[in-house]
């Protein structure tokens, strides 16, 4: 089988389904894989057997997914030799297939998921304060320094998204870690929407600093707290923007 | 209250070091097997492709198969430029969920959201800067385990020039099955810590895997607490 592992974040993609199992939760699952652009652009999907095994369901189940991904545009299949089916990133980007997932929560959703965000980043930054070794502290100010630079949204968004990494890495949990990848999975790829204008990239890199320099300082508190603002602010800005996109 | 630089009796962690000492030997002789591979599969090529690499493979596959033995993951992993056709490059292969060796699968395209900039890591940048092999861990590896892990890594020269490391993953839970008879034989509290103070292995419920020990200096313990030239020592605690 080709893709056993992704590398990092795609363990949330490639984990067996919730007991209701069907080709629509396949759909999704895939659908975020490409929104959270895991599987980029003409990247190959496994086939279907692999694809069966690797979610728990039926090569029925399967291609049936694989039809709904294909008349939506997201999939092309071709035949023969080297044929398969090809990720198909739409023409306007993975930000429409995030919008279109933003409509199916609630605002009270939206803040109950950033409640759990909070309360993962949080934790994450205290155990960081705790455990991190000078080399800890030096990659976290590399990722800040980054995400400082970056110019383009994407970039800003990916540094991000490496930031929480590197801080769940930094607390020296597994277990924190894969919550952060299946959270940014489900919640960061809908909190970019609102995120890589100069004004929240400004604010982004103010929060980032205070997280680095409690770290660094070893004061667990301070940690938490730095990281729970920065949740808070990012899931303000996503209510926000959701509430001008249904007013448009 | 920690004791890092306490003396401890050489026979009470005699064991300890013994079985610290056994699973970093098997593990640096895979990556070694790996690095003397390449080396001589890349020596006398002045434009090597990722074929080239095809040795590791073989190499690598029945060792992962042998549960056994405690090395998950191996494999090469080149330099930035050293490949003609690919920039970075994992030649890399790890158990799966079932057991089964896999080739890990990796972004190595720099603008990719799975891309993964290996150039920052200690277990590249320590055996490239410093020339000598290394163990990096307990960390938590996000690259292709997953898990908390220990990698052990060895720098791979083709005439003289870094081309990148030979390595073995071993998960700290493995480590830890293999270190615990001796950390429970012994009548003091000690624990087994990395270059910073950030222990592997303990036999305390108050100091644990992951955290960080005060006032460890691997250079002032005795040379019978240290496991070689590793940055790997057994220290007392409480």
């Known amino acids: 089988m080709a893709v056993p592992f992704y590398g990092r974040a795609s363990a949330a993609v490639f984990s067996p389904l919730e007991s209701l199992s069907r080709s629509e939760l396949v759909v999704r699952r895939l659908t975020d894989a490409i929104a959270l652009g895991l599987l980029p652009d003409a990247e190959q999907l496994p086939g279907e057997l692999d694809l069966a095994g690797i979610f728990g369901v039926s090569t029925v189940t399967v291609r049936e997914a694989l039809s709904v991904l294909r008349s939506e545009g997201l999939i092309e299949t071709r035949r023969g030799r080297g044929g398969g089916s090809f990720v198909r990133t739409p023409e306007d980007g993975i930000g429409h297939l995030a919008r279109r997932r933003l409509d199916r929560f609630s605002l009270g959703e939206l803040r109950d998921l950033g409640d759990v965000y909070s309360a993962i980043c949080g934790a994450s930054a205290a155990l960081a304060a705790r455990r991190s070794s000078p080399d800890d502290v030096a990659r976290l100010q590399r990722v800040a320094d980054a995400l400082e630079h970056a110019e383009k949204p994407d970039a800003r968004r990916r540094a991000d998204a490496q930031f929480h990494i590197e801080v769940a890495t ?36 103010r929060s980032c600093r205070a997280v680095v320099a409690a770290i660094a300082d070893r004061d667990p508190r301070a940690a938490r707290e730095a990281a729970e603002q920065r949740v808070a602010d990012s899931t303000a800005r996503l209510i926000d923007y959701q509430l001008s996109e249904a007013r448009a | ?84 056709d690919v920039e970075w490059w994992l030649e890399w292969f790890a158990r799966d969920a079932d057991g089964r060796p896999q080739r890990l699968i990796t972004h190595s395209e720099p603008q990719a959201i799975g891309f993964y900039d290996y150039q920052h890591l200690p277990w590249y940048v320590v055996p490239r800067e410093s020339g000598q092999r290394h163990v990096t861990g307990p960390y938590v590896d996000y690259l292709c385990t997953e898990e908390y892990t220990l990698t052990f890594t060895v720098p791979v020269l083709v005439d003289g020039r870094f081309c990148g490391v030979g390595g073995a993953d071993v998960a700290v839970k493995s480590a830890e099955q293999a270190l615990l008879p001796a950390l429970r034989a012994s009548g003091q509290r000690i624990a087994v810590v990395n270059g910073f103070g950030r222990i592997l292995s303990s036999n305390s419920g108050r100091h644990l895997c992951g955290d960080l020990l005060e006032g460890v200096d691997l250079d002032q313990l005795p040379g019978e607490q240290r496991v070689g030239d590793l940055p790997l020592a057994v220290v007392a605690i409480d």
């Open chain 2, 1 to 84: 209250m920690n004791a890092p630089n306490t003396r401890l009796s050489p026979t009470d962690i005699a064991p300890v070091i013994a079985a610290v000492a056994e699973i970093a030997d098997h593990a640096f002789g895979v990556a070694t097997a790996i690095g003397t591979a390449v080396e001589k599969a890349l020596t006398g090529r002045p434009a090597p492709r990722r074929t080239d690499l095809a040795a590791v493979e073989p190499l690598v596959v029945p060792v992962l198969g042998d549960g056994n033995q405690p090395v998950q993951g191996a494999g090469f992993v080149a330099a930035p430029g050293v490949l003609q």
């Open chain 1, 170 to 205: 930094a607390a020296q949990s597994p277990r924190l870690y894969h919550e952060e990848v299946s959270l940014q999975a489900e919640f960061g790829t809908l909190l970019w929407l609102a995120f890589g204008d100069d004004g929240s990239h400004a604010q982004m890199v």
